[in-house]
């Protein structure tokens, strides 16, 4: 987990060669508990840093994620579309939600390491 990113919002990044992986943290999954639908962008969607991506749906709730840097989504995990449980099993891995090669690199020092991270999610408690 240490070569992730996070954001406030409960998005993990991880950088690539030239593209970034995005999904939601394992406390995100957590808190909304089996999930049962998530909404994707298409492919080639232009995003700034903080736009919303799509929708994650829960039994409980629906949640928006967001892009946690600017660029174009150059894929969508399809797997997720049909089988929704895998961000419940493996977030970090398997369950990777978007993929988007960055306009703006430097925006990833704007995102939290996974210490600060950890101590986000222990002052929202």
Partial sequence: MNDLKF???????????????VGITEHAQQLLGDLVFIELPEEGEEVNAGDELGVVESVKAASDFYAPVS??????????????ALVNTDPYGAGWLVKIKASNPDE?????????????????H
Avoid: C, F, M, R
């Fill in 7 to 21: 954001t406030k919002t409960h998005e993990w990044v991880k950088p690539g060669s030239d593209t970034l992986s």
């Fill in 71 to 84: 660029g174009v989504v150059v894929a969508v995990n399809q797997d997720v579309s049909s089988n929704p």
């Fill in 108 to 124: 990833l020092n704007q995102l939290l390491n996974a210490a600060d991270y950890n101590s986000q999610i222990a002052e929202e």
